[in-house]
């Protein structure tokens, strides 16, 4: 089974400034799909970014872009111009092409400070 | 737009009670699911459902329940509660596969959370 796994629990950005999360996966499969979900002290879960494993393009939404290595099985997130409103866990997640699971890391908790 | 809407949001249970947490989603998914977050982890997956009268089980089934009679609606059911079902739940809902990353993309109801005392 495929496994994600986020290597640092906690993170610590100053406002303004650039962050990057990391997140690998393990997989066999050469489509798929990858995720970066946030989720504030709300607890709701919230699309930040995604990205098709056969694009090789990084994906962007606004602030937050990925790097996306597909041989080295990487997928982190960076957050440009860090905001207060930024500061939550950060979930990383796979999907295969082929079946109807998720995987999920066990997340990065981003604080921002002013 | 109403998304994926989850009731309760909140609920003590004591032990071997029984109780059914409620989810609809307005977006024509086909694909709906339920989650589970333990305190400080991920999400697990407990139950699926790719459409109408099609159930599986996920991860980590034991102690659950699921049916879907309609597209847009798919309760979970907790049989005999223990106290480690003291969670998060999440319902979750996706167009499902071969819908490119649109479509793959999982949408979440706001959480549910269950203490079993």
């Known amino acids: 089974a495929q496994t994600v796994t986020q290597s640092q629990p906690e993170m610590s950005v100053q406002e303004a400034e650039t962050v990057t999360l990391s997140c690998t996966y393990d997989?066999?499969?050469?489509?798929?799909?990858l995720f970066w979900y946030k989720q504030p002290p709300s607890r709701q879960m919230i699309l930040v970014i995604r990205?098709?494993?056969?694009?090789?393009q990084n994906a962007t939404e606004n602030r937050f872009s990925v790097n996306f290595q597909k041989a080295a099985k990487s997928f982190s997130l960076k957050i440009s111009d860090s905001q207060l409103g930024d500061a939550a866990m950060y979930f990383c997640?796979?999907?295969?092409?082929?079946?109807?699971?998720?995987?999920f890391g066990a997340g990065t908790r981003l604080t921002v400070k002013p | 737009n109403a998304g994926v809407t989850q009731t309760p949001k909140f609920r003590i249970l004591k032990i071997g009670q029984s109780m059914t947490l409620q989810c609809t989603q307005d977006?024509?998914?086909?694909?709906m699911y339920w989650y589970r977050q333990d305190p400080g982890m991920g999400l697990k997956l407990i139950y699926y459902?790719?459409?109408?009268?099609?159930?599986d089980k996920g991860e980590v089934p034991n102690g659950y329940n699921v049916s879907r009679s309609t597209t847009e609606d798919f309760p979970l059911r907790l049989e005999l509660a223990a106290p480690s079902q003291t969670s998060v739940y999440f319902c979750?809902?996706?167009?499902?596969?071969?819908?490119?990353?649109?479509?793959?993309?999982?949408?979440f109801g706001e959480g549910s959370w269950l203490t079993v005392v």
């Open positions: 997640a796979y999907r295969s092409y082929n079946n109807n699971d998720m995987r």
């Open positions: 977006m024509n998914h086909n694909y």
């Open positions: 459902s790719v459409g109408a009268g099609i159930t």
């Open positions: 990205q098709e494993a056969y694009k090789q």
């Open positions: 997989t066999s499969e050469s489509d798929y799909y």
């Open positions: 979750a809902s996706s167009y499902g596969l071969g819908t490119g990353v649109s479509g793959n993309t999982i949408y």
